[in-house]
């Protein structure tokens, strides 16, 4: 932990919250639960003598990232949820002070709960961080000055962490309608086969998370997430219901009050970043290559930057990128002004 990560995509993690719980399949072997074991057992840790559910808020280390000059890729809680319901808000809001004050720092925030995320960062704008960052002053935790904030914070990345996709039919809309400099998925551990389709790409509605291409939209049918059609915006009905004005897909209308192509201002940008892995673990569940190069080669056909961390298994502790077949040795970075 901290300067000393092993975590492939990343130079440093900050762990201002600890504990967690868990909430869908990619949490059975949780990592971060398993390292809880050894470390709740050194009376010279934080985590001494805790479960690993007992979440705690922890603001002697929110100056960490301040005292770090060189700029790192910093992964927020790798040892919890930064948006865990018994993470207060005005903590959350401590953490987002921090993160506007280093911008010489890249962070990099990954939930499996943006429901909360959405709700609390939806409607915020630069003020919010800034009333932060005087109660961050004032308790000499960042260093008075004045600060520029811009809303959303551009030194910050989003994500959501994507087993299957049943999370990523639930987890990535709600990512999408978060403001975020740059939106990433994790999808690790890869459990099963995930399409992208509706969120790579072009834009995307930001209610339901479907594609539009032009002026066409690409959209799941509930028989079965491998089923996408293609609507044209010219074969739909001229009526109240417009598809101009309205997504075909959820119904959701532009209130814009003119007639025409659905507004830039209702769309929001997709994924730029996809991260994937395999489990890994004395329990470690198996994942296919294949589900990797079904990603992979998405991520390739939209322009997406693709990052593949380790295939895993009982075995795999390094991720190192010699140990991966050939074809899959791609480590790609987003662009982080997307």
């Not at 840790?45 to 805790?50: E, V």
């Not at 401590?94 to 959405?118: D, G, S």
Request: aromatic residues 8%; glycine residues 8%; hydrophobic residues 40%.
């Amino acid at each position: 932990m901290g300067d000393n990560t092993k975590i492939e995509w990343t130079d440093a993690t900050w762990n201002p919250v600890s504990g967690c719980s868990k909430v869908s399949a990619g949490c059975k072997h949780c990592y971060a639960e398993r390292d809880w074991a050894r470390l709740s057992a050194n009376p010279e840790t934080r985590y001494f003598n805790r479960l690993f559910t007992d979440v705690q808020v922890h603001g002697d280390m929110l100056s960490l990232p301040v005292r770090w000059a060189k700029p790192r890729r910093i992964f927020v809680n790798s040892m919890s949820d930064l948006f865990h319901v018994e993470v207060s808000d005005g903590f959350i809001a401590n953490v987002f002070a921090v993160m506007a004050a280093c911008p010489q720092h890249t962070f990099q925030v990954l939930t499996k709960r943006p429901e909360r995320m959405l709700d609390l960062l939806g409607g915020k704008d630069a003020r919010w961080i800034a009333q932060a960052q005087q109660r961050m002053t004032e308790a000499g935790v960042i260093p008075a000055g004045a600060y520029t904030v811009r809303w959303p914070l551009p030194n910050v990345w989003i994500g959501v962490s994507v087993e299957d996709q049943e999370a990523a039919d639930e987890r990535i809309p709600l990512l999408l309608r978060t403001p975020a400099a740059v939106r990433w998925i994790s999808a690790e551990p890869l459990l099963g086969h995930v399409d992208l389709g509706r969120w790579i790409g072009d834009e995307d509605c930001y209610v339901c998370g479907a594609r539009f291409f032009g002026d066409e939209i690409r959209l799941r049918l509930p028989a079965g997430p491998e089923q996408v059609r293609v609507v044209d915006f010219e074969d739909e009905p001229d009526d109240e219901n417009d598809i101009r004005r309205v997504c075909p897909a959820c119904g959701q209308r532009d209130d814009c009050g003119e007639v025409g192509p659905v507004e830039e201002e209702d769309l929001g940008g997709g994924l730029n970043w996809v991260i994937v892995g395999g489990e890994s673990g004395p329990k470690a569940r198996p994942m296919h290559p294949d589900l990797v190069r079904s990603l992979r080669d998405q991520c390739a056909a939209a322009g997406v930057p693709f990052f593949m961390k380790q295939l895993g298994g009982t075995r795999d502790k390094r991720g190192a990128l010699e140990d991966l077949p050939e074809d899959l040795r791609v480590r790609e970075m987003p662009n982080a002004a997307a």
